[in-house]
């Protein structure tokens, strides 16, 4: 009895174990056309409810309401919850009609090089939506059969922005006497001060994504557009102890070595990092404007400002996240107004007015003076062709070797280039199948 | 090996009753397996000859997988991420099995024969909840207090601490081998109440009457421990032992919640690197090859484990 009792439980640790291979193999494709009444729109997203896109879809539903007389169905999701399982979920007939998703290679360039996300070039020349949306933003909507950005066809469209730049606490400036640096040589001026007076300027986090996009910065202040074409669009391969890489690996080491960075902060993450800004521990904050409405609410101890990375002509960002269409979906045509109707100047600019980047906003309908300021720089990033992606998107999985390579080279557990090796080869598996 | 003892194997044990067989077969008790045989079926059997089928192929998990043949199997024997993974299994196994259980079993001793007698078996009660708590309280719960804990810096609880006595303040989470010894150190004290709790319940089977007629005879506490203690639980031991090895080689939410498997990989686990390869890196195929072998190895251990205590007990009925 006790024997049988052992076995089942073994069976049973078996039956957990391959619970994860279940989950992805027992979805079998099985997509319907069906089911599309016309009168009702599926429709996934992930921003909560008091974000500025959040507020602004929550006004895009009611306006489609009234307009249409169609019916929104909205299921709210976590932003893990689509990207880890929607690949499964587009592939049957529970598929929605339209859905937030990631940009990017490893994402929506991957559904679309599988055929589950619709093709909307058609919808895009119909409803005149390229000519609303800058170049350098578009190349995260359209991508190339083999799910490759900045393709020719358009699988989704983007309602925002966002970029990477450098968050200054301007009262920890003037106590130490220094200005905002206007030049990368201002800025590491900057840096040396604050050591100087056992100040640790920089806030970062190394168990999540601000070190590794604080190193693409880096590695961008070395490279062209031709660099970023090579890594984000694979023109021609990267050369990973070429100057940029290498240049950017060594000159982070050195911002630990010299006390720009804490040596601690390996198992930092985001949250902690961008806290310790609004707290004011750190005066210099390298990171991405989706931190800028929380800035507006809770750094409030002091006066603060935001630029982009001083000296650089080329900036981490992108589009935002994009509205893609399902290729099992019920009622695409309902799914075109409602992204029609988020392109509208009056929903623009609830975006532009709660801490976002509208794409495609009335300058004149922007009211709020912060956000004027942060509009006005993504604007100058876009006028001369900035925007450069972020580091993890060429491979799936990247983003993990980013944090866990950097990690091994702060702590001193590699040096630089075996750090620039291990991600080198990373990227090339990761990539293989895209070339 | 005699005939005699190979006769005992096959004989019923003399405390089993036996069952009567009713006459006409026993065609029909198998009608009512089937529903658990069907079960058994579509929630094990088939996912795990799937998953085995997987590990010969490159799948992004969708669209039809690719046959692939060995690419996978020969992948895993130069990765060396995924023998990290294996030897940190090794660790987790002190964490999760050696050092509870040999805690636990002394715990358990103490609260039973100590505690119990002198302050009562409410205390004792109160005491061995104590010690399982942790056991309830959720991983991702455990995991935010134990993150302020051992935060970096002077803010960290661990680290206001050790200020107090003049050491400087040390980034726990993000240097090895710290890293790997802090989430030791919390799967010692998520285990511990588990062989507690199990081994106080089996403590209840002996005889007060055995320790006090060992007592009588002038046994110290240690004597009575291991003379009487030790052989009464031992199957409990064996239970325990199993299932916290099985757990140990399995485990996943506080790598995931704790570490995530950094710094620079120096935690990561078989099951957490096939969840990176699953969700991440979209590489079906080789997660579920580790999936595969981190199920071989399981297995082995539970029949190894399973053979032993089997041999004993026989053994121990021989001896009888």
Redesign the interface.
């Known amino acids: ?3 049988n009792t ?1 076995r089942t ?3 049973a ?10 989950a ?3 979805c079998t ?1 099985g997509g319907s056309d069906e089911g599309g009444d016309g009168q009702t729109l599926k429709l996934w997203h992930y921003e909560s409810e008091d974000s500025a896109m959040g507020k602004a879809w929550t006004e895009a539903i009611k306006i489609f309401e009234e307009e249409t007389g169609a019916k929104v169905e909205f299921e709210e999701k976590s932003f893990e919850q689509i990207q ?1 399982t929607a ?2 979920v ?2 049957t007939d529970a598929a929605p009609d339209l859905m937030e998703f990631n940009k990017g290679n ?1 994402t929506a360039g ?1 559904l679309a090089s ?1 055929g ?1 996300i619709t093709d909307i070039s058609d919808a895009v020349d119909e409803y005149g939506w390229a000519d609303k949306l800058a170049p350098s933003l578009q190349t995260t909507a359209k991508y190339s059969d083999d799910g490759v950005m900045g393709g020719d066809a358009w699988y989704g469209i983007p309602n925002y922005g966002e970029f990477v730049g450098v968050y200054y606490n301007k009262d920890a400036f003037a106590a130490a006497g220094l200005e905002i640096p206007t030049s990368y040589d201002e800025f590491v001026d900057v840096l040396d001060a604050f050591v100087a007076k056992g100040i640790t300027p920089l806030a970062e986090a ?2 999540e994504y601000p070190l590794g996009q604080l190193w693409y910065q880096l590695a961008l202040m070395e490279g062209d557009r031709g660099f970023v074409d090579d890594y984000q669009l694979y023109k021609d391969p990267v050369d990973w102890q070429g100057p940029e890489i290498t240049s950017a690996t060594q000159t982070l080491k050195e911002y630990v070595d010299k006390g720009y960075i ?7 993450k985001a949250e ?1 990092a961008g806290v310790s800004f609004i707290n004011g521990t750190s005066p210099i904050f390298v990171s991405g404007s989706w931190w800028y409405g929380r800035f507006v609410n809770e750094a409030t101890g002091f006066d603060w400002t935001m630029t982009a990375f001083p000296g650089a002509d080329l900036s981490l960002g992108s589009s935002g996240n994009l509205w893609v269409v399902p290729e099992n979906a019920a009622n695409k045509e309902l799914a075109y107004k409602f992204i029609d109707i988020t392109m509208r100047p009056e929903i623009q600019a609830i975006i532009g007015n709660n801490g976002g980047l509208p794409v495609a906003a009335d300058p004149a309908d922007i009211t709020d003076p912060k956000s004027s300021e942060l509009i006005e720089t993504f604007n100058g990033i876009l006028d001369q062709d900035g925007l450069s992606f972020y580091p993890d998107w060429p ?3 990247f ?2 070797v980013i ?3 950097l ?2 080279l702060i ?1 001193g ?2 040096d630089v280039e075996t750090t620039d090796d291990n991600l080198g080869k990373a990227y090339d598996e ?1 990539t293989a199948d895209f070339r | 090996m005699s005939s005699a003892t190979r006769s005992g194997r096959t004989a019923l044990p003399p405390e ?1 009753p036996l069952i009567p067989q009713r006459r006409g077969g026993t065609g029909a008790y198998w009608l009512y397996l089937l529903p658990g045989f069907a079960l ?1 079926l579509i ?2 059997i088939v ?2 000859l ?2 085995v089928y ?1 590990t010969f192929t490159k799948w ?4 039809t997988p690719e046959f692939i043949g060995l690419e996978n199997w020969q992948k895993l024997f130069t990765d060396e991420d995924f023998w990290t993974s294996f030897q940190n299994s090794v660790w987790m196994i002190i964490a999760m099995v050696v050092v509870p259980t040999i805690v636990g079993l002394i715990v358990a001793a103490l609260l039973f024969d100590v505690i119990g007698r002198k302050f009562g078996g409410k205390v004792g009660s109160f005491l061995r909840a104590t010690y399982y708590l942790p056991q309830i309280l959720p991983i991702a719960v455990a995991g935010i207090v134990i993150g302020w804990i051992v ?3 002077k803010d960290g609880a661990l680290n206001q601490i050790l200020s107090w006595f003049g050491m400087p ?8 081998p710290s ?1 790997l010894i802090v989430l030791m150190v919390v799967m010692v004290w998520v285990q511990l109440g588990y062989p507690v709790v199990v081994f106080m319940a089996a403590l209840q089977r002996v005889d007060p009457e055995l320790y006090e007629a060992a007592e009588l005879d002038g046994a110290n506490w240690f004597q009575r421990f291991s003379a009487i203690t030790m052989s009464i639980i031992r ?1 409990e031991i064996f239970v325990v032992t ?2 916290c090895t ?1 757990a140990a080689l ?1 485990v996943f939410g506080p790598v995931y919640i704790i ?7 120096s935690t990561l686990v078989p ?1 957490f690197y ?11 195929g080789y ?2 090859t580790i ?1 595969t072998v ?2 071989i190895v ?2 082995i251990v ?1 029949i190894v484990f ?1 053979r032993v205590q ?1 041999s004993i007990e026989r053994k121990e009925r021989a001896g009888l």
Do not use: C, H
Request: glycine share 12%.
């Open positions: 009895m006790a024997r052992r439980k073994t069976l640790a078996l039956a957990a174990l391959t619970a994860t291979g279940l992805l193999a027992g494709p880890k690949s499964q587009l592939d490893a991957f599988t589950l190394g168990a804490a040596s601690d902060v390996s198992s930092i902690d491979a799936p999985g983003y993990d944090v866990q390579e990690q091994g702590t557990s590699q990761g | 089993e058994l929630v094990v996912p795990l799937w998953n997987l992004k998990g969708v669209r935060r970096p810096g303040a040390y980034d726990w989470l993000g240097q090895m890293a199957p199993l299932t099985i399995k570490t995530r498997g950094g710094p620079a990989g099951a096939a969840y990176q390869e699953f969700f991440t890196k979209r590489n079906v997660g579920a999936a981190l199920t399981v297995v539970s399973i089997n």
